[in-house]
Structure formats: C-alpha cells, structure tokens
C-alpha cells in the first residue's frame, strides 16, 4: 500500500491507482489510502506484428486529424480570417482579437510546458519519475491554460462563424495535439 503522505501525489499513475477510504479512529481523521492495481494475468503478450500494427494504426489516426485540420484551414479560409480579421466578401464579421490572443498565450504556454517537460525534464535532465512527481503543478497548469486556449478561441471565432466555431476549434485542437506523433525525438 501506498500512503497519500508519501511523496507521491494521489493524482499520478491514475491508471494504476485505486481510490480506497479507510478510517483512522486512533487519529480521529480519516486518511486516505492508495493501492496499485496489477494487471491481468491472463493477458497474453502482444507479437511483434501486433505492436506494429497498433504502431501504424496510431500514426495513420494522427496523420489523418493532421490532414483533416489542415483542409479545414483550407477551406474555411482560415489564413486569411487570422491575418484580415474577416472571411472575404463579409466584412462586417470581424474575429475578436483580444480573446485570439489570449488564446495565442494559453496555446504558447501550453506548448512550453508540453516542451519543458518532454525536452527538458525527459531528454535532457534525464529524470526517470513521472512527471506528477517531479514537476506536480505543470499538468494542472498545462490542462487551465489548454481549456482556455479553446474557450478563448471559440469566443474569437464565434463572429465570424457562429455555432461552426465549436466544431473548427475541436477539429484543429485535434489536428495540432496529433501533430506531435510526428515530431523526431
């Protein structure tokens, strides 16, 4: 059994951690216990050809949100929405500039902490603990400003598109988290 006084924060290895309240009458408070979960046993082992089928299987996925996010750049007019403000031939609906940018700063710092910790922390420091326990407040961080990214977004975009903001911002937050499974590290 694992304690939640120990360094490990109760949020890490969610997976692998289940949740069990026990009482403590000889300290009169209730404390919480954790206790990992081992796998299967009866799971057989995945072949070689099955691992690189799921391999494959995952990067054709990622292309595909890639290129799905970048058609609907193409064909929403998305550039020139960015750079002008307006979709040609409706001026008078304007993007919101000020919630863009903030949704630029949210992505901007959702994107140096996704590099902190995979670049920094895994690759270069080297560090063998998960991240919830090396670095605890850059995941929370990390998924607030990632929400308002997208609600800053939306808001943004919702002169100009209306209810379609909701399905372009889905669409290109999934095309630009897939992007990632191509990037050579």
């Known amino acids: 059994r694992i304690s939640a006084r120990t ?3 109760p949020w890490s290895s969610a997976a692998h951690l289940r949740r069990s309240m026990t009482s403590r009458f000889s300290s009169g408070h209730g404390q919480v216990e954790y206790e990992r979960i081992q796998p299967e046993p009866h799971q057989a082992p995945k072949t070689k050809a099955q691992e690189r089928q799921e391999y494959l ?3 054709f996925w990622a292309a595909v949100w890639v290129v799905v996010a970048a058609l609907f750049a193409k064909y ?3 550039w020139h929405v960015v750079t002008e403000g307006y979709v040609t031939g409706r001026p008078y609906h304007m993007l919101h500039r000020g919630y863009f ?3 630029l700063c949210c992505f901007g710092l ?3 902490i996704a590099a902190y910790l995979i670049l920094w922390v895994k690759y270069y420091l080297k560090v063998e603990e998960e991240w919830e326990t090396y670095s605890p407040r850059a995941i929370p961080v990390a998924t607030v ?3 308002l990214g997208i609600v800053a977004f939306t808001i943004s975009f919702w002169p100009v598109w209306g209810f379609f903001s909701l399905v372009i911002v889905t ?3 999934m ?3 897939h992007l990632a499974h191509f990037v050579p590290i």
């Open 7 to 9: 360094r490990t924060p």
């Open 57 to 59: 299987l995952r990067k």
């Open 76 to 78: 929403i007019d998305f």
């Open 101 to 103: 940018k903030l949704g």
């Open 110 to 112: 959702w994107t140096l």
């Open 145 to 147: 400003c990632g929400l």
């Open 171 to 173: 669409v290109f937050f």
């Open 175 to 177: 095309g630009m988290l």
